[in-house]
């Protein structure tokens, strides 16, 4: 089982990153667990918000709601590659997986958020090695999101969990593959 402990207590997330709660196709049973850790029906996006937040609220969706839960993150995730902050340099696929990473620094602050390092395997295959603490589904849902929100013409993306390293039965990473 996944664990979701920030690495840094002092970590937070923008408030632009965390609309993608509000923005999930299941935001009506999304919102209660939002209102149980003590938030408003609507984030400010300018605002930053403990990392471990987030990261319990995530705890609480599959708790509560099983794979219906796993779907949600993976929506989540998705939805979040269409708030988070990008780098401005940003406008095609290749670049959005190369900037994974600074994606995620940009969305983080105050300490230690994890990292997400980038491998180019070739042409059209990149790999993505997450070193965060937040749960496979969510990532998966982001580089989903990330790949779909900067097609390219012709080619479908592909988004695979690379089940031979995984957090969620005991490892310290996440590795998944980026196909186009």
């Not at 029906?41 to 995530?58: A, T």
């Not at 620094?105 to 105050?110: A, F, K, M």
């Not at 090695?129 to 937040?134: L, S, V």
């Not at 390219?152 to 005991?170: E, I, M, W, Y």
């Amino acid at each position: 089982m996944e664990v979701m402990r920030a690495f840094d207590p002092n970590t937070e997330v923008s408030g632009q990153a965390m609309l993608a709660l509000y923005n999930c196709m299941d935001s009506e049973h999304i919102v209660p667990v939002l209102r149980k850790h003590g938030l408003s029906d609507q984030f400010d996006s300018e605002s930053w918000y403990p990392m471990q937040l987030w990261l319990d609220i995530f705890q609480d969706i599959i708790d509560q709601q099983g794979f219906q839960g796993t779907l949600n993150l993976v929506d989540i995730g998705r939805r979040y590659a269409e708030t988070a902050l990008l780098p401005p340099e940003v406008d095609n696929l290749d670049d959005a997986v190369i900037a994974a990473n600074d994606t995620h620094q940009l969305n983080h602050r105050n300490g230690y958020a994890g990292e997400l390092s980038i491998v180019i395997m070739g042409e059209g295959h990149m790999q993505v090695i997450d070193h965060t603490p937040y749960p496979c589904d969510f990532t998966y849902g982001m580089l989903y999101g990330l790949a779909h929100r900067f097609p390219k013409a012709g080619r479908t993306p592909l988004v695979q969990h690379d089940k031979s390293s995984c957090r969620k039965v005991g490892d310290d990473t996440c590795t998944y593959n980026i196909n186009w």
